[in-house]
């Protein structure tokens, strides 16, 4: 079976162009594990059941039949969009991010080794529940952050799989078991089987500390069922924090024009915020990403709102703490405009975000925020125990659907 056939975006990225494109293909994970849009539970969940077993019936996927490590690889091109609002000194052509995949032990929840870092919607939190308990599988990895002296296990990956990031030395000597392309990036998979390997990776594992990353609901899924005390052990993707092919960057909000008007934002925004900064009647997308860029330099703490009406920066006081930017926006929106968070479009950069604005009719408000740290998101979360607002931050590049999947109870 053709890996590229089978694989698909991470279930809650797909657009309705995504589903089509993929859920005609016979044995994608297209096929058991986004919910299309419209469609009820229950009868999602049916669907996805007999898609699944289907798929693994004809041999679709490969078990493996011992256990072990894996060292999942994303090579990809950040699209122009992306790129532009990528700190300078961090802008690579291409990157390689590796990852070593694990199951993941929630008993470390309880002792403080784990944290989210922001807020998840329930109702997406009760469909992966429920895709759980109905097929029994986890189907992508966790993203979880940690951090080790030196580099020490990335540099060891690097040597087992013989190949140099630093020197932009992406191709390995090691083949992978799976190589998968998908919208132009490549998803590797390569397994682990030294002992002595094994054992040095264990070893510096013990007491790491984690930061979810991505995957916020399917984690919050899978510690609601361990607490119901299911067996329960997710897939998890650990990364090196700080690691240049790993790109921390803020989701922009846009506010479509027919629930709240753009004049009716910017007037209420200048009478609750007592000092704003007026970017003249029209900007463009460089400057606003420029703005942007100067705002992150500065640890200033704000955002920018982006109307018809004009262009504004509502700054706060300067500091480390950078999920004050939504917390701000979000008192804003869910305060003094009584908005939920559902009726906002989340996009993953400046300039979706003022194209999409446009687009509406009517014309919209778009709520570009500068960029975040990952010390800053750390400490809010370990240091501060403070959640920001849902959907805070996107890290890139996003792992697939269908590359590696296992039982929820990390059995088999």
């Known amino acids: 079976m053709d890996p590229d056939s089978v694989v698909c975006p991470v279930y809650d990225t797909l657009s309705p162009a995504d589903e089509a494109k993929f859920g005609v293909r016979r044995f994608n994970a297209a096929g058991f594990v986004p919910r299309p849009h419209g469609i009820p539970l229950e009868q999602f969940l049916l669907a996805s059941v007999g898609h699944l077993g289907e798929a693994l019936h004809a041999g679709a996927y490969v078990q493996d039949p011992t256990p072990g490590f894996y060292v999942y690889g994303i090579r990809y091109r950040p699209p122009t969009d992306i790129l532009e609002t990528i700190e300078p000194d961090r802008r690579r052509a291409e990157y390689l991010l590796l990852g070593l995949v694990g199951v993941l032990d929630l ?58 990031r630093s020197l932009l030395a992406f191709d390995s000597t090691t083949a992978p078991v799976v190589s998968a392309r998908m919208n132009g990036t490549n998803h590797l998979l390569w397994r682990v089987d030294d002992p002595s390997a094994l054992r040095e990776i264990e070893k ?153 604005a446009a687009a509406s009719s009517p014309r919209g408000t778009a709520f570009l925020l500068p960029g975040l740290t990952e010390a800053g998101v750390e400490e809010r979360a370990f240091g501060q125990g403070r959640l920001m607002a849902h959907k805070s931050t996107m890290f890139l590049p996003k792992v697939a659907e269908g590359v590696v999947f296992a039982p929820v109870d990390g059995v088999g």
């Open 107 to 164: 008993d470390r929840v309880g002792h403080g080794e784990i944290a989210l870092h922001e807020r998840t919607f329930p109702d997406r939190v009760e469909e992966r529940v429920a895709l759980a308990d109905a097929t029994g599988m986890n189907f992508a990895p966790i993203m979880a952050g940690y951090n080790v002296p030196d580099h020490r296990l990335n540099n060891r990956l690097e040597e087992l799989l013989g190949l140099d």
């Open 204 to 356: 510096e594992l013990v007491g790491v500390r984690l930061l979810i990353l991505d995957g916020h609901h399917r984690f919050t899924a899978a510690v609601t069922r361990h607490h119901e005390g299911q067996p329960t052990r997710p897939l998890v993707m650990l990364v090196e924090g700080g690691d240049r092919a790993l790109q921390l960057l803020p989701w922009h909000r846009v506010l479509p024009g027919d629930v709240v008007a753009p004049e009716a934002v910017l007037g209420s925004a200048r009478e609750t915020f007592s000092a704003t900064v007026s970017l003249g009647p029209t900007h463009s997308v460089e400057s606003a990403v420029a703005r942007l860029h100067e705002m992150t330099a500065q640890h200033r703490r704000g955002f920018v709102l982006a109307s018809p009406e004009g262009f504004l920066e509502v700054p706060g006081e300067p500091s480390e703490d950078v999920g004050a930017d939504f917390d701000r926006l979000h008192q804003f929106l869910e305060q003094e405009l009584n908005l939920d968070p559902h009726e906002l479009e989340f996009l993953r950069s400046p300039r979706r975000a003022l194209e999409s």
